[in-house]
C-alpha cells in the first residue's frame, strides 16, 4: 500500500478539496484525510500510478507539493539535517564570506559545490581560505545578523522527539554554527567541521578530516547502530551534493527546495512547502506538532 500527500506552502493554505478528490478519483484513491486544512492531505493507493511524475510536474507549476511512498514505516525514529539552506535560510560560509569582503567569490564556488559540480573537499578548503584574517568575533556578528530559521524547524524537531526519535544536525559547515543553532532547534547532537584560529583570528584552514558527503552516511550510520536500527528508521533532509549519500540511503530522504541537480535524483521532493512538510509526509497531522 502506498500514500500519496498533496502539500500547500502554508504561507498559502490554498490547497482546494476540489484538487484533492480530483485526483484521488482518477488514480482510485481511498478515503481522504486532511491534516491541516488548506496545506496537506493524504489518501491510499494500491500501486504507484505509472503518470505520477506528470502530474508532478503539473501540480509544481500550479505551486503545490506531491509525494508518493510506501505506507508502512512512514513514522521514522531519527531525524538527520542538514544546516545550511535547510534548517536555516543561509550558507554561513557565504555569510562569513561577505563579511570578510570576499562574498561574490565564495557565493559562486558554494553554488558549484552544492549543485555536484565542484569537488566537495577541494571547495571548502578554497572557500575558507579566503576567510584567512577575518576575526573571530564575525562568527557571533553572522549568528546575530545574517542567520534565520527555517520555517517549520522547531516544530520539525520537537514533534519529532516528543515521539521518541533522535534528531543530528549533520552539516559541511561548521561547529560554531550548528553548536548554537542545534541548541535553539532542540536537536539532540551536531556534527559539522572546525574552523581553526589562532590570536582570536582565523587562519583560513579547517580540522581534518573534512566532513562531507561520506561523513553524513557515517553519521547516519553510528546513530542507528547505536541504537539498534536500520536506515529505514531515518528521515534524511538536505538540499546539496554532499547531502545525496544519506538522503538515498535513509527510509524517507527529502530533497528539500534543493539544487536542480540534486532533486533530480531524490523521490520525494518538496519545492513549496517548509520544514513542517516532512511531519506531513510521516502522515502527522497539524494538531499533533509540538512547538
Same mark, same amino acid.
Do not use: N, Y
Given at each position: 500500500m502506498f500514500t500519496v500527500t498533496l502539500l500547500a506552502a502554508p504561507s498559502r493554505a490554498d490547497l482546494s478539496p476540489s484538487l484533492v478528490d480530483e485526483l484521488c478519483s482518477a488514480w482510485n484513491?481511498?478515503?481522504?484525510?486532511?491534516?491541516?486544512?488548506? @496545506? !496537506?492531505? #493524504?489518501? %491510499?493507493? %494500491?500501486?504507484? %500510478?505509472?503518470?505520477?511524475?506528470?502530474?508532478? #510536474?503539473?501540480?509544481?507549476?500550479?505551486?503545490?507539493? @506531491? !509525494?508518493?511512498? %510506501?505506507?508502512?514505516?512512514?513514522?521514522? !525514529?531519527?531525524?538527520? !539535517?542538514?544546516?545550511?539552506?535547510?534548517?536555516?535560510?543561509?550558507?554561513? @560560509?557565504?555569510e562569513l564570506a561577505a563579511v570578510a569582503g570576499a562574498g561574490e567569490r565564495v557565493a559562486a564556488i558554494t553554488a558549484r559545490a552544492m549543485n555536484g559540480e565542484l569537488n566537495f573537499h577541494e571547495a571548502l578548503l578554497a572557500r575558507v581560505g579566503l576567510l584567512a584574517g577575518l576575526p573571530e568575533t564575525a562568527i557571533r556578528e553572522v549568528l546575530d545578523t545574517r542567520i534565520t530559521l527555517a520555517p517549520g524547524g522547531r516544530e520539525l524537531v520537537a514533534t519529532m522527539r516528543a515521539q521518541g526519535a533522535y534528531t543530528a544536525l549533520v552539516s559541511g559547515g561548521f561547529t560554531d554554527f550548528t553548536g548554537p543553532i542545534a541548541r535553539t532547534l532542540g536537536f539532540d547532537e551536531h556534527r559539522a567541521n572546525t574552523l581553526l584560529a589562532e590570536g582570536g583570528v582565523l587562519t583560513g584552514q579547517v580540522t581534518l578530516p573534512i566532513l562531507g558527503r561520506e561523513a553524513k552516511v557515517e553519521a547516519l550510520n553510528d546513530i542507528t547502530a547505536a541504537r539498534g536500527l536500520s536506515a529505514a528508521d531515518v528521515l534524511a533532509v538536505g538540499d546539496g551534493a554532499n547531502d545525496l549519500g544519506m538522503l538515498e540511503l535513509a527510509g524517507m530522504g527529502v530533497a528539500l527546495h534543493a539544487k536542480p541537480a540534486v532533486a533530480a535524483q531524490v523521490g520525494l521532493r518538496i519545492n513549496h512547502g517548509d520544514l513542517t512538510a516532512l511531519l506531513y509526509l510521516q502522515g502527522y497531522a497539524a494538531e499533533e506538532f509540538v512547538g
Open positions: 484513491g481511498g478515503h481522504v484525510i486532511w491534516l491541516a486544512a488548506g @496545506i !496537506a492531505a #493524504e489518501f %491510499p493507493l %494500491p500501486a504507484e %500510478p505509472v503518470d505520477f511524475w506528470q502530474v508532478w #510536474e503539473q501540480l509544481q507549476a500550479r505551486g503545490f507539493d @506531491i !509525494a508518493i511512498q %510506501p505506507t508502512q514505516g512512514r513514522r521514522k !525514529a531519527v531525524l538527520l !539535517a542538514d544546516m545550511d539552506s535547510t534548517m536555516i535560510q543561509q550558507e554561513c @560560509i557565504d
